[in-house]
Each structure stands twice: as structure tokens, then as C-alpha cells.
């Protein structure tokens, strides 16, 4: 993968002794290559089918020496320099957003008793002030990068703060943000400071200097690498199946697909099946000359959407900046030289570049004029290619944190491969000393909900109740989980023991987790006839499926609103004990009882095998609402139409937007029935804004997170440097770093306060 990387620039490559056609340039007119091209080839004819397809001779891989000197070929370090500059740029918007800048405070304020979820146990957060100062240094680290000035320090500004920050809470990790550490520790070591830079205009000799191949190599290698095993992960049998994403295919980017496909069929051949084709494809595509525009095409219009159907901050135009590291290194210099002349003073260079010793081929016999350090880089760009490689592989080795999935999320690039859903969480906690047994709300002292899904941080949030409940009078807690799960649309089942005490229970990072449960795969084949079973249902009624394992129970409280209830089996042989009433009730396969409201009752597994069964309920208070509402809306549809018999009374004067009569209480139906049409026609105006609207709505909420950033990190910088004020003038600025603007007017209907936007 590595030496292709210089395919590109055999663009410009010109027949020896001949004035062959450049390959691999732009189309139209342009400046001739700006570049020398490689050592001339050996002897008669035409290039082969290698150089033509990979850009160099087979022959050239034939040894430790050749391929040294194949990744210190000279390039043009444009491309290279464009790409830092817009790395550090999207580097740079990220900080206050996805990395959290803007609410850090939420986060990280001193004193809050909350549990973390650091990958090595003893990293923890540094008082709040000196977070903002370390985000400060990030993020000036991040505008250093861009510009190109200082460059070593800026990069090492930016990525000491960033992995420190990464590896401080697992909760944040995703594949994106494990994706810029790489690429930033990457760009640290090239020398992507060679084009359009600060240092550039002070260090002659680093100006507009070549940079050697292995540069090139080692970040197309990156996002070869990204592309290509998310397409690997994506043959799961989920994703083929069509049941990872398929709400996806509701979304209005679709429509178009939608026009001449069932939403079935845009999910299965558009979302799963589109998705899979292009990962799979798209570095082959970026990779060849011929495919290259085609795949820029596809990339391109795959990120634009991934943009408006994710909240994933910056990853979508980081890979669009990425895709011109594919291009012919020389595109940026050729752009500028399009410019017009007056602007070109403030541009870079659209000079050929200079020579520089870290690019060079060498001369003499095999290994003959080559340095240590370009057998160093060579070994390198292969080392760590083959660690990227293998890293999304390695979870046979940290067996700990699999779960259902192998490993964290974040690292394997297993992209929206598995989505779940929870019906169920209860947290129990035992006196160790009194036996008391009680139940916190889930996710009490955490900031995150991604703990749910991982016996490592179930593990950890274990150890930290264990020790923040004995400040709550709870001596020598027991802590036990009982989560339950549904991975791409199978039955809600459990993911760890309910029976185990995490506290104690044994957890580490190279062994299996003795009290994770298994997977129901063999219950997969159910996902079809779940799907028929919930189309058979009425717009009032609701399912849950379930699966449990034999010898466990559920317990369950059945709200009192949800007036109609019943359990169904569909496979084994459960028994339901109505607590309340002392009863048992056998049921197997086929079988339904109705389950009192308002009461606890549990479902006991006594079959040998796993159960199944399900749970149908009507929402019989929300049921009567809509019916109220419905009245209502007819009764005021016959007092505008004249068609009413009697008068509207006072209470019911705001329906025709007439007043409360003063001393009157208005009806609450009234008022939920215009709450709720005010919602929606707020729904309808921001779903039918035009552009211009939709783009100032986006840069005012833009405007105040980066406002708010600023203001908050003023505050702590002064903090540091000067001393905390007292308590009433800190209040006062925070309170202005939080102001959001005017507020809209209050409006009023018939009397009733406009609710505020949101």
C-alpha cells in the first residue's frame, strides 16, 4: 500500500529521451510539472503494467535498499502542506465543540461527585481552571498546526491535551476522534510544514522544500485503511441484513431513493448496501488514476450526507480534506497559479519546489548513500501501517472490554455497525453491614449513558458507588446491574448477571468477563416476525420483546396509565407472580394473561431453554387525552363555522383566541391542546425556513458556543493569573458568558404565554 502512494505523482512523468503526456494531472491548462520525476527507467519500451497502475517497478520492492529509496523519493509538498492547513483548521472548531470547551465547566467543576471512566486508572481531571488552560494550549496548539508556525510545538501543544483528554473518558470515544490523535501524531512527524507556512518564511531551507514519498504513504495508508475496514466490519450479517441502520431510510436525504424504492428496499440497497459498496471501494477508488474522479465524486457526496444525517462534528470534512492527499501532490500550487495576480501575494508559492536532504534517492550500490534515518522512517511507515492493521483485529488479546461487540468503541472502525436500544436499567445496592437493600436512579453520578453497555465501566462505576455511597449512610455497598439490551432490533435481553456483585466480581483486560451474558444469536431468525407482529398492531398499542435466560426472573411495574397490559409467550414457558395479589400463573407457548396496572408483578423463566415473550400495552391516559383533544378541536371547528349551539363558556374562550375572563381558570386540556399546536406550527416554520434562515439560525447557535468558550476561558486564564473574585462577581460573568441573545418577545394567544423557543 505504502509505494503506491507516489502513483499519483507519476502525473507529470515524462517519457525518457521523449515528451510523453503527462498521466495523472489535471485536465485543461496548466502550468507543465513542476517536479522531477523518479530515476529514469532501464532499458527499452513502453512502462509496464506496474508503473502504469502502481506508479513503479515491481522489481523496486526487491529489497531493503529499493524501497528505501522508492519512499524518499522527492515530492511536491503542497498537497501535504493544504491538507495540515485544513487539519488544524477543523482541529481548531472542534475544541469548543465535540471536545467540549463550551460546557467544561459542566464537566469538570471542582468538588462535583461524579464518576469517571478513564482507560488507565490513574489519569485524572486537573482542577477546572487549569483544564481551560489546558484546552487553551490545545486549541492554540490546533491554530499552530494550521499555520504552520512552530510547528513541532504546535503539534505537540495540540496532541498532548488531546490524547490526555481521549484517554480520560472512554464515554467520548468514538472511531472519529481516535482518527484525529492518528492523524495529528502522524502530520507531527512528516514535514507538513514545508508549504504554505509561518516557519517557512524564516527557514529558507524548509520553504517550499520537497518532502520524501513515505509522507504521502504513511497518511493515504491512514485513510485507505479507515475506508477499507469499515467496509470489512460492514459484512456483518447485521449490516447485510439491513437491520443496523434501518430507521436511516426515513430521513429526507433519501426521499429521492424513496420515489421508486419501498423505504424497506432504500434501506437494504441504499443505506446498508450503498454503504458497504463505497467503504469497501472508496481508497481503491481514491488510489488508481482513472477511478480517482469517480471516487472523489462518490466520497464527496458520502460525507456531505453523513454531515446532515450525524451529530460527528468535523469527521465529514476532515475526510473531504483528506481526499486531496490522492490527488497529484502539486493541486494546491496549480490552484493558486489560477489565481488572479493581485492575489496570489498572500498565497503560497507556485514555484517548483527545492531540494531537500530528508528527500533523496541516494546513489551507489543497494544500500549505498542512504542514512540511518531513512531506514528509520522506512521502517516506520511499515510498522505502523501493519500496527493499524492489526490493532482492529487485537481484541483476542484485551478480551475484558468485549462485550456483545469486541472492544471499546472507538478504535476498530466498526462505524454504525451495531445500534441498540434499552428498555430496562435498575441499579441495586445492598448494606454490606444491615443487609438494607435500595435502588439508585441509573447513570446517578455519571455524565454519560455509554457505561450501560460495557463491563469494564460497569466495573469501574461499581468501584465508584462503592465508594461514594457510604457517604450516604450505605456501609460496604453491593452493587448489582440488571441492563437490558436490544442490539439491531433483537429481543430485549440482559447483558450481565443481575445476581453478581460487581463490586467484587473479577474483571480484567486480558480475560473474559465471567459475568457478562451471552448474545442470543440463535434468537436472530425472530427479528422478521418481530417486524410482523409490531405491523399488526394498532396506532394505540405498543410492544416490547423479550428474551431471558432460564432460572432468572423479571421484575416489572406496569404504570397505572397503561390501563391494558398483557403478556404473551412465544417461545418456552415463563410464570408470572402478581406480587400484590400473591398469585402464580403458568403460561407457555401461545398463552397471554392481562397483568394489573399500578402493581409489580415478575416473570419467571422456568423452562429449560431461553424464553421469549411479549408485552402489549395501550396507554389508556394518553389514549383519553387525544380523545379530549379531539372534542375540543371539533367543538371549536362548530363555533367558527357557526354550526355551535350554545356559547363557548369563559374557560373555553381561548380555543376561538378570545380572552380568560379574569377570576377564571383556564382548562388544562385547552391549554395542552394549544401548547401543542404552537409546537407544532414552530416544528413547521423551522422545517420550511429558507435558506438564509437556516444559515442564520446555524451561525447564531455557532456564535454563542464560541462566545461562550471564549468568555469562560478568560475567566479561568484570569483566575490563574490573578486569584478568583468573590463569589458574586463570578456568578455575574458566567452568567454573562451564558447569555444567548435577546429573547423573542412574549407573544400571547387568548391570554396564554407564547412557551419559549428553543
Known amino acids: 500500500m505504502a509505494p503506491r502512494a507516489g502513483a499519483a505523482q507519476a502525473g507529470g512523468r515524462q517519457r525518457r529521451g521523449g515528451g510523453g503526456a503527462a498521466r495523472g494531472t489535471p485536465p485543461g491548462p496548466g502550468p507543465p510539472p513542476l517536479e522531477p520525476g523518479p530515476p529514469p527507467r532501464t532499458g527499452p519500451g513502453p512502462p509496464g503494467t506496474a508503473r502504469r497502475l502502481l506508479g513503479f517497478e515491481l522489481r523496486e520492492l526487491a529489497g531493503w535498499g529499493r524501497l528505501v529509496r522508492l519512499l524518499h523519493r522527492p515530492r511536491d509538498p503542497a498537497a501535504l502542506g493544504a491538507f495540515r492547513g485544513a487539519f488544524g483548521l477543523l482541529m481548531a472548531l472542534d475544541v469548543p465543540q465535540e ?17 469517571r471512566f478513564p482507560l488507565l486508572p490513574f489519569l485524572q481531571p486537573l482542577p477546572l481552571d487549569w483544564m481551560y488552560l489546558l484546552y487553551t494550549i490545545m486549541f492554540l496548539g490546533a491554530l499552530g498546526v494550521m499555520a504552520g508556525c512552530w510547528y513541532r510545538l504546535s503539534c505537540v501543544a495540540f496532541l498532548g491535551p488531546y490524547w490526555y483528554l481521549l484517554l480520560l473518558d472512554k464515554t467520548s470515544w468514538n472511531n472519529h476522534s481516535y482518527l484525529y490523535g ?80 419501498s423505504e424497506e428496499l432504500t434501506s437494504r440497497l441504499v443505506v446498508h448496501g450503498g454503504g458497504l459498496l463505497l467503504d469497501l471501494s472508496a481508497g481503491f477508488l481514491l488510489f488508481f488514476d482513472p477511478t480517482r474522479p469517480l471516487g472523489l465524486v462518490l466520497v464527496t457526496y458520502f460525507h456531505c450526507m453523513n454531515s446532515q444525517l450525524f451529530s460527528i462534528g468535523m469527521f465529514p470534512y476532515t475526510m473531504l480534506a483528506s481526499s486531496g492527499l490522492f490527488c497529484h501532490p502539486s ?87 451495531h445500534s441498540r436500544s434499552h428498555q430496562h436499567v435498575k441499579v441495586t445496592y445492598r448494606d454490606g453491614l444491615t443487609g438494607d437493600i435500595g435502588y439508585l436512579k441509573p447513570g446517578v453520578f455519571t455524565q454519560s449513558r455509554r ?215 383556564l382548562d388544562p386540556l385547552v391549554s395542552a391542546l394549544l401548547r401543542r399546536e404552537r409546537r407544532l406550527e414552530e416544528q413547521t416554520r423551522r422545517r420550511e425556513a429558507g435558506v438564509t434562515q437556516r444559515l442564520l439560525r446555524f451561525l447564531r447557535k455557532k456564535y454563542f458556543i464560541f462566545r461562550r468558550s471564549a468568555l469562560m476561558t478568560l475567566i479561568a486564564l484570569r483566575n490563574l493569573a490573578l486569584g478568583r473574585p468573590s463569589p458574586e462577581q463570578l456568578a455575574q460573568e458566567v452568567t454573562f458568558a451564558n447569555w444567548r441573545g435577546e429573547e423573542p418577545e412574549e407573544r400571547t394567544q387568548g391570554g396564554i404565554p407564547e412557551p419559549p423557543q428553543e
Open 331 to 417: 493541486w494546491p500550487r496549480r490552484l493558486v497559479s489560477r489565481c488572479p495576480r493581485w492575489l496570489r501575494g498572500g498565497l503560497p508559492s507556485t514555484r517548483p519546489p527545492q531540494p531537500s536532504p530528508t528527500a533523496t534517492t541516494g546513489a551507489g550500490g543497494a544500500r549505498g548513500g542512504l542514512r540511518p534515518r531513512q531506514h528509520l522512517a522506512t521502517a516506520f511507515t511499515l510498522l505502523f501501517v501493519l500496527e493499524q492493521l492489526f490493532l482492529p483485529y487485537s481484541h483476542f488479546i484485551t478480551q475484558g472490554y468485549n462485550n456483545w461487540t469486541n472492544g471499546l468503541y472507538g478504535y476498530s472502525w466498526d462505524m454504525m455497525v
Open 182 to 261: 492518528l492523524l495529528g501524531t502522524q502530520l507531527a512527524l512528516l514535514g507538513a510544514d514545508r508549504y504554505g507556512s509561518v516557519d517557512g518564511l524564516f527557514r529558507p531551507r524548509k520553504r517550499n522544500a520537497h518532502v520524501p514519498l513515505w509522507n504521502y504513504a504513511l497518511l493515504r495508508a491512514q485513510i485507505f485503511i479507515v475506508y477499507f475496514i469499515a467496509g470489512l466490519k460492514k459484512l456483518d450479517g447485521d449490516w447485510v441484513g439491513g437491520y443496523s441502520m434501518a430507521p436511516l431510510a426515513r430521513h429526507w436525504l433519501f426521499s429521492p431513493f424513496r420515489l421508486v424504492l
Open 99 to 115: 471536545r467540549g470547551l463550551a460546557h467544561l465547566d459542566a464537566r469538570f467543576l471542582d468538588g462535583l461527585e461524579v464518576c
Open 451 to 665: 457505561w450501560k453497555d460495557h463491563v469494564d465501566m460497569l466495573k469501574q462505576y461499581s468501584l465508584c458507588l462503592s465508594e461514594l455511597l457510604p457517604r450516604y449512610n450505605v456501609s460496604q455497598p453491593h452493587i448489582y446491574f440488571d441492563v437490558w439490551v436490544s442490539i439491531n432490533d433483537r429481543f430485549q435481553q440482559r447483558l450481565v448477571d443481575p445476581r453478581v456483585d460487581v463490586v467484587r466480581a473479577p474483571w480484567s483486560p486480558w480475560l473474559p468477563t465471567p459475568w457478562l451474558l451471552p448474545l442470543l444469536v440463535e434468537l436472530s431468525p425472530w427479528r422478521q416476525r418481530l417486524q410482523e407482529l409490531e405491523a399488526q398492531l394498532d396506532n394505540n398499542t405498543d410492544a416490547v420483546f423479550i428474551a431471558d435466560f432460564p432460572g432468572l426472573h423479571l421484575e416489572n411495574f406496569v404504570s397505572s396509565d397503561l390501563g391494558n397490559t398483557s403478556v404473551r409467550v412465544l417461545q418456552g414457558e415463563v410464570l408470572v407472580e402478581l406480587v400484590e395479589q400473591q398469585q402464580n400463573h403458568s403460561l407457555r407457548q401461545g398463552q397471554a394473561m392481562q397483568v394489573p396496572a399500578g402493581q409489580y408483578h415478575k416473570v419467571h423463566t422456568v423452562s429449560p431453554e431461553p424464553s421469549c415473550y411479549m408485552y402489549l400495552f395501550v396507554n389508556t391516559t394518553a389514549l383519553e387525552l387525544e380523545r379530549n383533544l379531539e372534542r375540543l378541536r371539533e367543538l371549536r371547528d362548530r363555533v367558527r363555522n357557526g354550526t355551535a349551539k350554545e356559547p363557548l363558556p369563559p374557560e373555553l374562550q381561548p380555543l376561538v383566541g378570545g380572552p380568560v375572563a379574569p377570576g377564571t381558570a
